[in-house]
């Protein structure tokens, strides 16, 4: 008998799905965080609480308004920060504008005196030979006057004075000059930097984890709804090999053309990636609401697997490093603390019984990326379907008492639902937990290790004949799989790494 998850565990589970590392760090600590504690940071983090949790009708009525209040306040206050912020961003702007306005209009006047300067000086050599010529024959005069012992006093008073004259005017005029020339006007430029806005990083949102010991798989009729918002700002991308940091695009409600686009600018080219196997870590987290309205179903097709191919990947990594570690532990003699709590955690997360270790290694596997790519089109309708665009549902899991979306065509004696997610990413990590766990697939599992014991390539065409319980049509539904897998030659994919991954140089996101 399964036994019955506290509120508290169900909420601590939670944390763990959505990799919240505050309250890691408390459980690290063996320090115990109270029921509203958790709460707290989970809302913190954004991270919903799934209304099944709340069974209590003291916490329904009392604490869940409490909370709220708070959660008010808090964003009231967030948002007043964001407005001093914008506020003080603005005068401080201000300020910038003002003094760049001041320091260019400085700088046009002394250009101009500047010119005006050389303007002057263009007319001196005729100035001079005027003046020259003036004190030339006044001089004359003078000493023919003092020769002849005839000296004017009022002649001698105007050669004086004139003397001092020319001196003082050639003196000011060798000093502008001088001054002129030694002035650096790039100094007077001020650089200024416009203050850095603080981007809020885009934290990967984990995914959910959720029971899948009901789940069975359905998917319904596609109903595109495109939306008409566009993206003010395309997201810049920068990607390199072996230097690559994973990105996530946010609920942005891009255009399809807008991701045909970024594929361009990042140059994510699915030739390519067959070719290198290799794949850029960029992280969708919906597909985008137009992508139906394409005329080109090859295009289509080809958008599609660029969103969810690097999902698939990431978590089938993930996977096989949590093998890798599992496989270190058991031919360990003792382990510390820490890694029995990681050896628990994944024990309650596969579904494993009485700390079987070598059922948990079988379950522990990754999925091949052709099945993935295969039902996730199959499902979701090349990401086009109503459960796809309103709930992330790829997989078209069901589920009985969780979150989900009503089939329009479901049977009246039937209440299922297709259990939606907050991310694309939850809904692939959700699949492949359900494939590792829930015993309808337990012949996947086992003719997958029997691969593994052979040294064989674990392949999706090897294995799609095992997942006849996914879809009431059994045998049919797998058939279509392999028409899917390979018409569209998603073999190819299977070999495919982050580029991240490849352990030529150790990275640094």
Do not use: C
Request: hydrophobic share 35%.
């Amino acid at each position: 008998m399964k036994k019955k998850l506290s509120y508290r565990d169900k909420l601590l589970e939670l944390a763990y799905i959505y990799n919240v590392k505050e309250i890691q760090e408390y459980t690290k600590r063996r320090k115990n965080l109270t029921t509203g504690q958790i709460e707290l940071i989970l809302k913190k983090n954004k991270i919903i609480i799934p209304k099944e949790f709340k069974t209590s009708f003291f916490k329904e009525n009392f604490v869940k308004p409490v909370s709220k209040i708070k959660s008010n306040i808090i964003d009231l206050k967030e948002e007043t920060i964001k407005d001093k912020n914008r506020f003080l961003r603005r005068v401080e702007n201000y300020k910038h504008d003002t003094s760049r306005r001041f320091n260019l209009g400085l700088n046009t006047l002394w250009k101009g005196i500047g010119n005006a300067g050389i303007n002057f000086l263009n007319v001196l050599p005729t100035l001079g030979f005027t003046v020259g010529k003036f004190f030339g024959n006044l001089f004359t005069d003078v000493f023919n006057s003092i020769y002849n012992q005839q000296i004017d006093q009022k002649s001698a008073r105007n050669v004086i004075i004139g003397f001092f004259l020319v001196v003082g005017i050639t003196t000011a005029i060798f000093v502008g000059i001088s001054n002129y020339k030694n002035f650096d006007f790039f100094d007077k430029e001020v650089e200024l930097k416009k203050p850095e806005q603080k981007v809020k990083k885009e934290i990967k949102k984990p995914e959910i984890k959720v029971k899948k010991d009901e789940k069975k798989v359905k998917k319904d009729e596609k109903k595109p709804k495109i939306q008409a918002k566009k993206e003010e700002k395309k997201p810049e991308l920068k990607v390199k090999r072996n230097n690559v940091a994973e990105v996530i695009l946010p609920d942005l409600n891009l255009k399809t053309e807008t991701v045909i686009q970024l594929f361009k600018d990042v140059d994510y080219d699915l030739r390519k990636v067959r070719n290198e196997k290799l794949v850029k870590p960029i992280y969708f987290t919906q597909f985008p609401r137009d992508l139906d309205n394409l005329q080109s179903v090859q295009l289509k097709k080809e958008t599609f697997i660029k969103i969810v191919l690097p999902l698939i990947v990431a978590e089938n990594e993930k996977i096989l490093d949590d093998r890798e570690k599992l496989k270190t532990l058991v031919e360990k003699k003792y382990t510390s603390d820490l890694e029995k709590q990681w050896l628990r955690q994944k024990l309650l997360e596969y579904k494993v019984k009485k700390s079987n270790l070598s059922e948990l290694m079988i379950k522990m596997d990754m999925v091949p990326v052709s099945i993935a790519l295969a039902q996730a089109a199959k499902e979701s309708g090349w990401g086009t379907s109503r459960f796809a665009l309103e709930g992330n549902a790829i997989f078209g899991q069901w589920t009985w008492d969780g979150q989900g979306i009503a089939p329009l065509k479901r049977d009246g004696d039937k209440n299922h639902k297709i259990l939606k997610f907050p991310i694309l990413r939850a809904s692939v990590k959700a699949y492949k937990n359900n494939l590792n766990t829930h015993k309808s697939y337990q012949k996947f599992r086992e003719k997958r290790k029997q691969l593994r014991d052979r040294n064989k390539k674990i392949s999706g065409l090897s294995l799609t004949d095992t997942l006849k319980n996914y879809a009431q049509t059994g045998s049919e539904y797998t058939k279509i799989l392999n028409q899917i897998i390979t018409q569209n030659g998603l073999s190819d994919f299977e070999p495919v790494k982050l580029v991240n991954s490849v352990k030529q140089v150790e990275l640094k996101s």
